[in-house]
């Protein structure tokens, strides 16, 4: 395995995936290994992927247990077990930048232990005005919030809170496996993205919030649940969909 590897966790997005695939396979920078973490699909995800012509080795593997979080830590510990030390993390309705890749290494490789990526809405879903502008700066709002809340200033943590999302972030392993990875739970139990950000706050002050790291995300969650919901989802999971596998928005 090449020391950089890509995760990419994925749950009955067969019809999406290829989006993803082909946004990796035009980076400039294609000198990495990409993880696909089929979590129990029952679509034919792991066939879209292991068919697909790529510039880099893939590898695919399952984690039969469902979350994102879990699926996410399993390859993390697959890449870290196989001889990466730099990974990175999409998701599979997602659009990473031609210069993602690149970016990330950068980051990485110039003394950076976690980078926090930019999200912004997907093209190819022709946002509207307030998706692509209004909805952003309310989320920046609240890692603002996020940012001066006791919780996340509690006593141990060496850097301030930084807006992190689960699609966008690159890390060392060595600070994976000092910091213990992403909180294996339910997509719906918590936000495996923050409580790997607080954890590996407590371990290293070198994490940055990466704006030149920018991936373009699906907008399908924010347009089936709304702006209110959404948001609500975000915050500790004030609100959540009445039953398990309404979670999973496709």
Known sequence: MTPLAVIVPAFDEAASIGATLGALAAQTDTDFTLVVVDN???DGTAAVVRDFAAPFP???????ERGAGTAADT???????????LLARTDADCRPAPDWVATARRHLTGGTDLACGRSVPRRDEHPSFAERH?????VRLAALYGRYRSAHRAAGYRTPYVLVHGHNLALTADLYRRCGGTAREPLEA???DVTLLNRARRHTDRIIRAEDMVVEASLRRLRAWGARRTLLWYWDRRWRPPT???????
């Open 40 to 42: 129990g699909s029952t």
């Open 58 to 64: 893939i590898e695919v593997i399952t984690e039969p």
């Open 75 to 85: 390859g993390f510990r697959y890449a870290i077990a196989h001889g990466a030390t």
């Open 134 to 138: 209004v909805f952003p700066a309310v």
């Open 190 to 192: 918590g936000s495996e």
């Open 244 to 250: 398990s596998s309404e979670v999973h928005v496709r």
